[in-house]
């Protein structure tokens, strides 16, 4: 049904590819993150709370259909559907029905509550083609709450030493999360760097409710950010714009901070364990829901991943994709 061709993930039966990472005619998008939503395609096919968000990566020119989640459309021998995926707003699976049975294309998942997006449904499925980011058991999230409490107490203690508090995280998915839980438990407002204000102005749109946020580029010379929350994206880390914002602490929010090394590595002052990726618990609960025999696990651990699935008797294997697990710039 899906094959690896050199422009992306392809289903010849219906003649259309999935997050293809090359441009091509007919692209179904599992969501806007860059390593997925790549521009230059000739029509894309998304769920309907996608539309947004791609819409301002690809510009106002850009063929953009969509679908609401559930909704059955034929592409040639296929039968199509998009259903909820848990990663960000918009985020969907991809069911392909056919000759060949049903098949599921997970994108990227979780299974965690996110007050930004639809949860994730598990679709039964003959052959179910996983992310597997953090497809080792060594990764395991606490709960989001338990993590939002930390970081109002490390905003708070920076507070309390004058300092700002810079958070980097992800432009799409992973700021408006933060922005959201942490309205859950103070009204106090943040700031964030201007490369992420349109993505959280989309969200507010689409009706998610968030910590008011104030532009952290656009104030005038000599505002102090002491005692404030910026949230900002990695790619500015280092930058001049950082001086502005005088003695700071600095923290990641990342699903790669479960990782010592990583955390040593990268020399933030904190890191907040904090994915929209499933965790090893959670891709064996999916994979075991989706009821699937042949699971295909895809970027990150694959190998791992399907090693493992195969000595618990499934048919397994991986697939080769452009996909980065956690994406390095949005
Ligand atoms: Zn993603
Ligand atoms: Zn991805």
């Not at 392809?10 to 179904?28: K, N, Q, T």
């Not at 507010?204 to 580029?217: F, I």
């Not at 970027?299 to 991986?318: D, K, N, W, Y």
Request: hydrophobic letters at 40%.
């Amino acid at each position: 049904m899906l094959s690896e061709t050199p422009a992306g993930v392809y289903c010849s039966a219906g003649g259309f590819y999935i997050d293809p990472w090359l441009p091509v005619e007919h692209a179904l998008i599992t969501h806007a993150h860059g390593d997925h939503a790549r521009p230059g395609s000739a029509a894309y096919l998304c769920a309907d709370a996608s539309v947004a968000l791609l819409r301002r990566r690809f510009g106002a020119d850009a063929l953009i259909e969509s679908l609401p989640y559930g909704r059955r459309i034929t592409r040639g021998a296929i039968t199509v559907s998009f259903h909820p995926a848990g990663h960000v707003l918009g985020s969907a699976q991809v069911r392909l029905e056919g000759p060949d049975g049903v098949w599921v294309l997970s994108g990227d998942y979780k299974r965690d509550d996110d007050p930004t997006c639809a949860a994730f449904e598990p679709v039964p499925c003959d052959t179910f083609i996983t992310e597997s980011t953090f497809g080792l058991p060594i990764y395991r999230w606490d709960p989001s709450s338990a993590v939002i409490a930390d970081i109002l107490q490390w905003w708070d203690s920076n507070r309390d030493a004058g300092k700002s508090s810079v958070l980097f995280c992800y432009t799409i998915g992973k700021a408006q999360r933060l922005l959201a839980e942490l309205a859950r438990v103070t009204d106090r407002p943040a700031h964030a760097h201007g490369m992420m204000l349109p993505m959280i102005e989309a969200y507010r749109e689409a009706g998610v409710t968030m910590l008011p946020v104030r532009p952290a580029t656009e104030q005038p010379r000599g505002t102090s950010f002491a005692g404030e929350l910026v949230l900002a994206p990695l790619s500015a880390r280092g930058t001049p714009w950082m001086r502005r914002l005088g003695n700071l602490s600095d923290a990641f929010a990342s699903g790669l901070m479960r990782v010592r090394g990583v955390r040593r590595q990268r020399s933030f002052d904190r890191g907040f364990v904090l994915s929209d990726h499933a965790d090893w618990p959670a891709l064996l609960r999916t994979i075991e829901e989706t009821g699937a025999r042949r699971v295909l696990a895809t970027h990150g651990h694959a190998e791992p991943l399907a090693r493992f699935l195969g000595e618990q008797g499934l048919q397994s294997g991986t697939i080769r994709t452009a996909w980065e697990g956690e994406p390095s710039g949005d």
